[in-house]
């Protein structure tokens, strides 16, 4: 990943009122942006990896708060084995080569999903990025990885199951908020806008708990070729709706 995000200060023609504080991105379409050119798929991650560049420095230009990405599925772990060693290895030189950088710029970095799938090498170093960016402010960015819904939900249940067995746990306090701190994102606000790209229209098991009230945007642009305009122009459309939360139909 060449160069490194620089994150700008909220331009004032901007609305703060109209953006949303998390923006959830599930980045899709970069073999198909490779195959289209001929290229190998590794190239493809590659030029998605600019991409992840692009967006972070998009998100720090509009003011928003908080960035998920959804790299890597526990799904993805069936795809062929050279394409995962490609993908495993551009996570340890992204993360080599962009943690100072985000330290400086106040950029938080986490990981949610099953790490430990990624070898003890890959999790220390996905330890460190964390521990040395936890004290940035000005943007969380959470890279998905590993990661699945409804592995998430179950691994949750699984937990609170545990605890009212050893008696840690009154059944009779679980509820929404309770579940919720048991997921991977726990202390994080929900999505407020998820964008997927490539033209596709479904969550493939993203974020489905956090996702309850989140407004979607389809985009059908590649991954590898988004840009902050296609940023921009999502977070106008979000802009121009009216959320309801389910206190309104119709």
């Excluded at 923006?23 to 030029?47: S, T």
Aim: proline residues 4%; contains cysteine; charged residues 25%.
């Amino acid at each position: 990943m060449s160069g490194a995000p620089k994150l700008q200060p909220l331009p004032d023609t901007a609305s703060p009122g109209a953006l949303p504080q998390h923006v959830a991105i599930i980045m899709d379409g970069n073999r198909r942006w490779a195959e289209a050119r001929g290229l190998p798929v590794a190239l493809g991650h590659k030029a998605g990896a600019e991409a992840v560049r692009r967006v972070i420095e998009g998100c720090g230009h509009q003011g928003i708060g908080w960035l998920t990405l959804f790299a890597f599925s526990s799904e993805n772990w069936l795809r062929p084995a050279d394409e995962v060693t490609a993908l495993t290895g551009l996570l340890r030189v992204y993360l080599r080569s962009e943690v100072a950088t985000f330290a400086k710029e106040g950029i938080r970095l986490r990981v949610i999903g099953d790490r430990a799938r990624f070898g003890a090498e890959t999790v220390r170093e996905i330890d460190q990025a964390e521990a040395v960016t936890a004290g940035g402010t000005r943007l969380n960015v959470n890279v998905a990885l590993s990661y699945g819904a409804r592995d998430e939900m179950v691994a949750a249940a699984r937990a609170m199951a545990a605890a009212a067995r050893d008696g840690r746990l009154d059944p009779e306090a679980i509820d929404e908020a309770a579940f919720a701190r048991h997921l991977f994102t726990a202390g994080m606000p929900d999505p407020d806008l998820i964008i997927r790209t490539s033209g596709e229209q479904r969550l493939s098991n993203f974020l489905l708990w956090q996702a309850a009230y989140a407004e979607f945007v389809f985009q059908d642009v590649l991954w590898p070729d988004y840009g902050a305009e296609h940023l921009a122009r999502a977070l106008r459309d979000y802009g121009r709706r009216e959320r309801r939360f389910g206190a309104r139909m119709g």
